[in-house]
């Protein structure tokens, strides 16, 4: 089992549903084994109990989290894996912002004055 957690993690926001992760291999002396493969765990920040997995080889050192919910956080752990998995790094991100799926729900506008109208609407 690895003593030391991959260093260098760093989670970039690629886009509205994207995360990119990327890592360096801990040194040679600390991995105590063969490296199989690296430990890529993530979850909605607070919703600790809805948590995903991805598993990439050991060559790799980096990967793409997609399908991911707009403008929100994540907490995204790495590990590496002998016989069992070492410490993990962590880092958190948050995702872009998207344009909305639909436009405003009942607008309505009024007249204020000879300058000036209200516009109301609601939330898609």
Do not use: C, K
Not at 114 to 119: F, H, Q, R
């Amino acid at each position: 089992v690895p003593f030391v957690a991959p260093d260098n993690l760093v989670v970039v926001n690629m886009s509205a549903n994207e995360l990119a992760v990327s890592w360096e291999r801990p040194m040679e002396i600390d991995i105590n084994g063969e490296l199989r493969y690296y430990i890529i765990e993530y979850h909605i920040l607070d919703q600790s109990n809805i948590l995903l997995t991805v598993n990439v080889t050991g060559d790799t050192l980096s990967t793409v989290l997609n399908n991911l919910n707009n403008y929100t956080e994540y907490n995204v752990s790495v590990a590496a894996f002998t016989i069992g998995n070492g410490p993990f790094s962590s880092e958190i991100e948050r995702t872009s912002e998207n344009v909305p799926g639909e436009p405003p729900q009942n607008v309505q506008a009024s007249n204020e004055s000879s300058t000036t109208i209200s516009v109301d609407w609601e939330s898609p």
